[in-house]
């Protein structure tokens, strides 16, 4: 015992007279455990940067049903004439500008109109080159006046004629825009392409999908429910020889009687009746002894099919 506290005595008095000794002694067991515990990150580096908390992402989605449009036809226009701009086009465009686009743009072109308050962002201020998402080219202009821009103020303005989107663009561009930059040739035969402006078009009338979705239930649901009378209207009346006569022609008598309140063809005359049950038979809810009927049966099946 008294040994080892000599020893340790010795041991001690070392350290004091050379401190770097006890860092010798040390180092090799530090060096020791930065390499486990480095090994251990490296082995487990996967966990470490997983991110355990999920990130928040907002949802952005705006699910917008149609709009009620009435149908209409767009007049065509030559596109390359209108894109210089003349007197009485000019003049056009000013009236449309005061009438549809003052309110909210200022008659001065520089934004702040009466009808500008509260909506964010703040309508175009025509006079500065800054900001403009479409561009400034009569194409550019012609464009936003046809789409709109979404997530702001600034609506479609397609129920104006072409002309008189055009007549509006050369307003703006020759009364507020500096220097405005002309278009291409090839940025007018696109516009041309992308919305027919030489040809014209037909725009069909547009109803939101709920109310559509609403119309086509209502149909087949009267559909639906005048199949079952008419089969129910058969069945009750199975003594009828041309009620049997039907029964026996039919593989399933509700998808043919289906099939015959689909069509309005075959009650033209009693050949169409024939053609009708023969060309999809098995398919149509008729079977293969339609093929069998007399022109006596065909004919009493015809007067049949058309009072009920």
Same mark, same amino acid.
């Given at each position: 015992?008294?040994?080892?506290?000599?020893?340790?005595?010795?041991?001690?008095?070392?350290?004091?007279?050379?401190?770097?000794?006890?860092?010798?002694?040390?180092?090799?067991? &530090?060096?020791?455990?930065?390499?486990?515990?480095?090994?251990?990150?490296?082995?487990?580096?996967?966990?470490?940067?997983?991110?355990?908390?999920?990130? &928040?992402?907002?949802?952005?989605?705006?699910?917008?049903?149609? $709009?009620?449009?009435?149908?209409?036809?767009?007049?065509?226009?030559?596109? &390359?004439?209108? #894109?210089?701009?003349?007197?009485? =086009?000019?003049?056009?465009?000013?009236?449309?500008?005061?009438? @549809?686009?003052?309110?909210?743009?200022?008659?001065?072109?520089?934004?702040?109109?009466?009808?500008?308050?509260? =909506? %964010?962002?703040?309508?175009?201020?025509?006079?500065?080159?800054?900001?403009?998402?479409?561009?400034?080219?009569?194409? #550019?202009?012609?464009?936003?006046?046809?789409?709109?821009?979404?997530?702001?103020?600034?609506?479609?303005? +397609?129920?104006?004629?072409?002309?008189?989107?055009?007549?509006?663009?050369?307003?703006?561009?020759?009364?507020?825009?500096?220097?405005?930059?002309?278009?291409?040739? *090839?940025? =007018?035969?696109? =516009? *041309?392409?992308?919305? %027919?402006?030489?040809?014209?078009?037909?725009?069909?009338?547009?109803?939101?999908? $709920?109310?559509?979705?609403?119309?086509?239930?209502?149909?087949?649901?009267?559909?639906?429910?005048?199949?079952?009378?008419?089969? @129910?209207?058969?069945?009750? %009346?199975?003594? +009828?020889? $041309? #009620?049997?006569?039907?029964?026996?022609?039919?593989?399933?008598?509700?998808?043919?009687?289906? #099939?015959?309140?689909?069509?309005?063809?075959?009650?033209?005359?009693?050949?169409?009746?024939? *053609?009708?049950?023969?060309?999809?038979?098995?398919?149509?809810?008729?079977?293969?002894?339609?093929?069998?009927?007399?022109?006596?049966?065909? %004919?009493?099946?015809? *007067?049949?099919?058309?009072?009920?």
């Amino acid at each position: 015992m008294d040994e080892i506290k000599k020893i340790f005595a010795e041991f001690i008095a070392k350290i004091k007279e050379n401190p770097g000794t006890l860092f010798g002694l040390l180092y090799p067991y &530090f060096l020791i455990a930065i390499v486990i515990v480095g090994l251990y990150y490296v082995a487990n580096i996967g966990n470490v940067a997983i991110n355990k908390t999920p990130g &928040f992402v907002p949802d952005t989605t705006v699910i917008k049903d149609l $709009s009620i449009q009435d149908a209409r036809t767009v007049p065509p226009i030559d596109i &390359f004439k209108m #894109s210089e701009p003349t007197p009485e =086009l000019i003049q056009k465009g000013k009236e449309l500008y005061n009438k @549809t686009c003052a309110s909210c743009h200022n008659e001065t072109g520089a934004g702040g109109g009466p009808a500008s308050v509260g =909506l %964010n962002p703040a309508p175009r201020n025509f006079t500065s080159p800054d900001g403009w998402i479409n561009g400034r080219t009569l194409s #550019s202009i012609y464009t936003t006046l046809e789409e709109g821009i979404q997530g702001s103020a600034m609506i479609s303005y +397609n129920f104006l004629t072409p002309e008189e989107r055009v007549g509006l663009a050369q307003y703006i561009r020759t009364e507020f825009i500096k220097d405005p930059p002309k278009d291409s040739k *090839n940025d =007018l035969e696109a =516009l *041309n392409q992308l919305y %027919n402006l030489s040809k014209g078009m037909k725009v069909p009338a547009q109803i939101p999908v $709920s109310a559509a979705m609403k119309i086509v239930i209502s149909e087949a649901n009267q559909k639906t429910k005048k199949m079952n009378d008419v089969v @129910t209207q058969i069945n009750d %009346n199975r003594t +009828n020889p $041309s #009620s049997q006569l039907f029964i026996y022609i039919c593989k399933d008598e509700k998808l043919a009687v289906s #099939s015959l309140i689909n069509s309005s063809e075959w009650k033209q005359s009693e050949n169409n009746l024939m *053609n009708f049950m023969t060309i999809n038979v098995n398919q149509n809810g008729f079977n293969g002894r339609v093929f069998d009927l007399s022109n006596s049966e065909l %004919n009493e099946l015809y *007067n049949y099919l058309k009072k009920i």
